[in-house]
């Protein structure tokens, strides 16, 4: 069976190998009307997530990481409902974004912004005017004919698809495709899509003859990485990922959002655009509810409005049948397709020391840790299956097993026990520089909700119930210990995170609230300034923290040319 889908595998590597060989020869050049994108749109949340990435995208075009004579530009979010989240899921990217994700390899490393334009690189010279939509916390790898291109010039919406599991299918966008005449299957086809279910269950997708099964003994890994060697069953659906919209759609959507003026409601571009395209396509869709953040009185009535604008518009799908979606927006996906992911590993080329000063790792371990633009000292220890991030770790520094650990600075003898989540944030508060780290737990469920101070109780931190911790750290439960919404309290809005003024203080301050809370010792929080993630959010010094990645950066730098000539002395 192995060596049946090695071939597969082996075409998908050289495939991805190939367009990031072709992107890091445009890095740093004039690029020439049509041979790249025109313009690079990304979206914010907030006006302070606008300032990250634009000081992030200026870093970049300075140090000549991106193709140049692009517009690169950021689009905040009007008030009133998102489009832009937070990344609640995985908080490390939430304070400079997830599309600014680093990822362990290159040198400078890439993050998710370079390895999408590595991805999409043959895109643009294939495309009709129009807009391409995708999200920052994905990875799509294809392997197609080499003589072969994904062309999007056909009228209206254009997807592309990737055969997954049933299992996987109830977590994303699931086509139900027009019957195709041909039997054998090709690395690329073109289909007309019926209708598009959002997240549906199982029982849907048999009721509205979404499932697929083979038409010979193809054999492949399926796409959908959840379940990383799952090869093809005997039955299977089509997954969604990036969508592109021709020019006349997309002018038709700016007409009808310049006639309504300022949304009220969350409009999600994958769900309200595409259920409401395809023949099949029906407006029962617009009742349900089970997947918004968050329910408006208008929502209902704009999604019926959108699907009346929309309906009878074409929606083309782009089959790739020897493909992989990846999907990194939750602690436990980062942390497994970084470091146990052999898969992804071997198509990208992931290191486990990635531009970062530590001894090496031994070549026969085969779940390793992962380190990205970071110095450890030479007596520091991280096990296996732990992600450290732009982080400075001193002497005897320990890191157990499953961690996150993200800008921190650690510079004395610590633990940091398994399943930790740290993550350090420059602060500008009244004109002064502060730091603040949020620790909790990697399975932690930042989102989750209750509306009154009574069900505090339901909260759980570094798994234990959230009321105990408050013990431990002597807090009490009252409507200051939560910032924002006051009928929303979550993890996300506890007041519990020690304001600090120096980096590696609140550090350590953070990491004994952690071991505080595992030996179930007394630690108290009273004397401290506290704030909440959320608030962190609002005081973060975007570039602080740049300042501090680009030491470390500039660091090993000087450390690997100082190596390179004692090497050729």
């Known amino acids: 069976m192995e060596a049946e889908s090695a071939p597969a595998g082996e075409s998908l590597r050289e495939a991805t190998q190939r367009r990031l060989l072709r992107f890091s020869e445009l890095r740093g050049k004039s690029m020439a009307a049509g041979e790249f994108w025109d313009i690079v749109a990304i979206t914010a949340a ?21 193709p140049l004579g692009v517009q690169y530009h950021v689009f905040v979010d009007p008030a009133g409902a998102k489009i832009g989240g937070y990344s609640q899921r995985l908080p490390s990217a939430s304070a400079l974004g997830k599309i600014f994700t680093a990822l362990p390899f290159g040198s400078p490393i890439y993050q998710m912004l ?52 049933l ?54 890994e ?21 969508f592109y919209m021709d020019h006349k759609t997309a002018k038709k959507l700016l007409a ?23 023949p099949g396509a029906t407006v029962e869709y617009t009742k349900n509810t089970s997947n918004v953040t968050k329910e408006e009185s208008e929502l209902v009535d704009m999604r019926q409005r959108i699907f009346h604008l929309l309906k009878g518009t074409p929606l083309n799908v782009v089959v790739l049948n020897n493909s ?70 001193g002497p005897d520094v320990s890191v157990e097993e499953n961690c996150i650990i993200s800008g921190a600075y650690v510079k004395t003898t610590a633990v940091l026990p398994a399943y930790s989540f740290v993550c350090s944030l420059s602060l500008k508060m009244n004109g002064h520089l502060k730091y603040s780290t949020m620790a909790c737990g990697v399975q932690d469920n930042l989102k989750k909700n209750v509306k009154t101070l009574s069900d505090v109780k339901l909260l759980q931190f570094f798994g234990v119930c959230f009321l105990s911790c408050l013990d431990i750290w002597n807090l009490k439960v009252t409507e200051e210990l939560f910032s924002g919404n006051k009928t929303c309290l979550s993890l996300w809005n506890a007041r519990i995170f020690p304001v600090c003024s120096s980096l590696s203080d609140s550090v350590t301050t953070s990491l004994k609230m952690l071991n505080a809370v595992q030996s179930k010792s007394a630690f108290s929080l009273n004397n401290y300034k ?13 570039e602080d923290m740049i300042t501090y990645r680009e030491q470390i950066f500039l660091e090993i730098t000087l450390n690997r040319k100082q190596s390179d000539l004692e090497t050729s002395y």
């Open 114 to 165: 370079e390895l999408k334009l590595a991805m999409y690189i043959d895109f643009p010279s294939h495309m009709n005017p129009g807009i391409l939509i995708t999200c920052a916390d994905d990875i799509e790898l294809y392997s197609i004919g080499e003589s072969e291109f994904i062309r999007f010039d056909k009228p209206g919406f254009t997807a592309l698809a990737h055969p997954s599991s």
């Open 324 to 393: 992989k979606f990846y999907h990194i927006g939750t602690t436990e996906e980062y942390l497994f397709h970084f470091t146990a992911d052999s898969s992804l590993k071997s198509e990208l080329g992931l290191q486990s020391i990635a531009f970062s000063l530590f001894p090496s790792i031994p070549e026969c371990s085969t779940n390793k840790p992962c380190i990205i633009q970071s110095i450890l000292d030479s007596t520091c220890s991280v096990t296996p299956g732990s992600v450290v991030e732009y982080s400075r770790l």
């Open 167 to 220: 299992t996987v299918g109830t977590t994303h966008g699931v086509f139900v495709l027009e019957p195709c005449n041909h039997l054998e299957y090709r690395d690329l086809e073109y289909r007309s899509c019926h209708r598009f279910l959002h997240k549906p269950s199982v029982e849907e997708m048999y009721e509205f003859d979404a499932v697929c099964r083979p038409r010979n003994f193809f054999q492949q």
């Open 530 to 542: 506290l704030l909440s993630i959320e608030e962190m959010l609002f005081y973060k010094d975007i």
């Open 222 to 242: 399926f796409a959908g990485s959840d379940i990383p060697s799952l090869k093809l069953e005997p039955e299977y659906v089509y997954t969604d990922s990036l």
């Open 256 to 278: 009808f959002y310049e006639k309504i003026g300022t949304l009220h409601c969350e409009i999600d571009a994958y769900g309200d655009f595409l259920q409401a395209l395809g």
């Open 46 to 66: 907030d006006e302070k997530q606008e300032l990250a990435y634009k000081q992030q995208l200026s870093e970049k075009l300075k140090k000549k990481e991106l």
